[in-house]
């Protein structure tokens, strides 16, 4: 268990909605992570959190934007979804340091239909 | 910009045989880290090993071992007497270093079968 948490599991919606995904990092990190991994894009970093501000930004489409509260908590929003938005969403987090390993979470699985 | 690439896409072997990841990276960046995650049937990402580019020390963990060498800009990962539980996806990643961002660049991945 790598202490990072995200719900929900899975997710279930159409195109055109909105959903928002949940990520509770180790205790004591203060940087949050978010990847997406899909089968043709594979592992991709969106973007980095750190202590609520955003620290580094990746491939993240205009219609996703995500934040990460005062108790470290991120959530990572998806609007207009389509169907190539279906994918794995992982959530990591790590200590501070440029040398930190990043830990995952599980993931959540996102289908658009 | 920085690329990794992992030229195996699947290997299958049998238990107890030795088995080794290649993993081949780009960068221009003279610090920098490199990983290795493990992605079992379950889904989840496990972390396996960090290296910085400034240790070229071979590690051993285990069944485990990697090889990193910066001539050839490769950080390669073995798996000695194989077993089934280590059937899963492997993959390789690189981070640029600075201003305390963190940013994986991840390869494709292996896909690891190990047969009884």
């Known amino acids: 268990d790598s202490g990072v948490t995200q719900t929900p599991k899975h997710l279930i919606t159409a195109t055109g909605q909105r959903v928002t995904l949940r990520c509770s990092p180790r205790?004591?990190?203060?940087?949050v992570y978010w990847y997406q991994q899909s089968l043709d894009q594979g592992l991709q970093f969106l973007i980095q959190?750190?202590?609520?501000?955003?620290?580094a930004k990746g491939n993240i489409l205009e219609r996703f934007s995500a934040q990460q509260f005062p108790d470290l908590h991120s959530e990572l929003n998806l609007s207009s979804l389509e169907l190539g938005d279906s994918a794995l969403y992982f959530c990591?987090?790590?200590?501070?340091?440029?040398?930190?390993?990043?830990?995952f979470g599980n993931g959540t699985r996102l289908t658009v239909t | 910009a920085q690329k990794v690439t992992q030229a195996q896409t699947e290997i299958s072997v049998v238990e107890k045989e030795d088995v080794t990841l290649d993993c081949v990276y780009e960068?221009?960046?003279?610090?920098?880290?490199l990983f290795w995650y493990k992605q079992p049937p379950s889904g989840e990402l496990v972390f396996l090993i960090r290296?910085?580019?400034?240790?070229?020390q071979n590690e051993i963990s285990g069944r485990y071992s990697w090889n990193f060498q910066k001539s050839t800009s490769s950080f390669n990962f073995t798996i000695t007497a194989s077993q089934v539980v280590d059937s899963a996806v492997y993959f390789c990643a690189l981070s640029e270093v600075g201003l305390g961002a963190q940013k994986l660049v991840f390869g494709q991945g292996t896909r690891l079968t190990i047969n009884p």
């Open positions: 290296r910085n580019s400034f240790d070229e």
């Open positions: 205790s004591g990190d203060l940087s």
């Open positions: 960068t221009r960046d003279t610090t920098y880290y």
């Open positions: 959190y750190y202590n609520g501000e955003e620290r």
């Open positions: 990591a987090s790590s200590g501070q340091g440029d040398n930190s390993p990043l830990h």
